[in-house]
């Protein structure tokens, strides 16, 4: 009967899995269940209708990480020529947000850009902290140029971030944990300026081109992004620094065919030239598990 609940261990042989495995799906969250009088029973018919997902996903692929226009649209063009056949799916919670999820197993990749500010590198100091057991890969997607937005014509002459607080510039903040909120705080504790000289700190979004229409339509003088929403949007750009574009997966999907498949992809000619984007080490392994 589909509509019988099965115990840890009914479940555990349907699975081929040992019972502490399925402990840690249902601590986990994985896996439908239910709690009886202190007991983990499972429906079978949810059991089977999850399994029948997982298996259907094991061609997909499940990104997150730090906002990227670009890497948006590589995605997209990758589901399109895999005749949908495989999907690839992007969620843009921050390069820090992107690790810990990429930690917890909610994802196969994540995209971070985290500049070290003690050694000068990007994200391998960070990934070494979040795994320090190992177990990922790490591959350049690109560089690409990071600074101010500001409005066309540059009205209050803005040169760098000492004078955003000099010309009581109103500011446009990226959303915490990405890697270029981090890389402002890095950036003001260099001028010694404190956030709170600055107007509009807290005033978050949670995009590159959400700072842009910010500064376009009025609310806000100047906020840090990359320079790509220049070309997209009529504003002006002072470029502060070129950032290195890793793309950090799991350990068990290295070496599968939808990863190898979606890594062709990258490396065959998929990406065309875009402002503010060098794609000269683009696909290069810098860790492998």
């Known amino acids: 009967m589909e509509g019988e609940l099965l115990t840890t261990r009914e479940v555990a042989r349907l699975l081929r899995l040992n019972e502490k495995k ?11 269940h239910v709690r009886i009088a202190g007991k983990w029973l499972f429906p079978k018919r949810e059991v089977l209708r999850w399994l029948k997902g997982c298996t259907e996903q094991e061609k997909d692929l499940f990104f997150c990480g730090s906002d990227d226009p670009i890497f948006f649209r590589l995605l997209s063009n990758y589901s399109r020529y895999k005749s949908l056949e495989s999907l690839a799916f992007y969620s843009a919670i921050g390069s820090e947000g992107g690790l810990l999820s990429l930690k917890e197993g909610k994802a196969h990749g994540s ?21 320090p057991q190992g177990g990922y890969a790490v591959v350049t997607l690109w560089h690409r140029s990071q600074g101010l937005l500001v409005r066309k014509g540059n009205p209050l002459g803005i040169r760098g971030i000492g ?22 705080d890095m950036l003001l504790q260099g001028e010694g300026i404190s956030p709170e000289e ?3 700190y807290e005033r978050e ?9 910010k500064i376009l339509v009025g609310e806000a003088d100047v906020g840090l992004a990359i320079e790509y ?23 068990e999907v290295w070496g599968t065919k939808r990863v190898t498949d979606f890594m062709d992809f990258l490396t065959s000619k998929a990406l065309h030239p875009v402002p503010g984007y060098s794609f000269r ?6 860790v492998e598990p």
Do not use: M
């Not at 995209?111 to 795994?131: A, V």
């Not at 979004?205 to 229409?213: A, D, Y």
């Not at 070309?231 to 750009?237: C, E, T, V, Y």
């Open 205 to 213: 979004v949670n995009s590159h081109l959400e700072v842009g229409i």
């Open 111 to 131: 995209c971070c850009h985290l500049l070290d500010p003690e050694s000068g590198q990007y994200n391998l100091p960070f990934i070494n902290r979040w795994f």
């Open 229 to 251: 929403v220049s070309h997209l949007l009529p504003l002006d750009f002072i470029p502060l620094r070129e950032e290195r574009f890793d793309l950090v997966l799991c350990e």
């Open 22 to 32: 399925v402990y840690q799906l249902v601590n986990a969250g994985r896996i439908p």
């Open 198 to 200: 600055i107007i509009g």
């Open 163 to 184: 004078d955003i607080v000099e010309r009581r510039a109103r500011f446009v903040n990226r959303n915490r944990r990405s890697g270029t909120r981090l890389l402002l």
């Open 281 to 286: 080490d683009t696909g290069k392994v810098i």
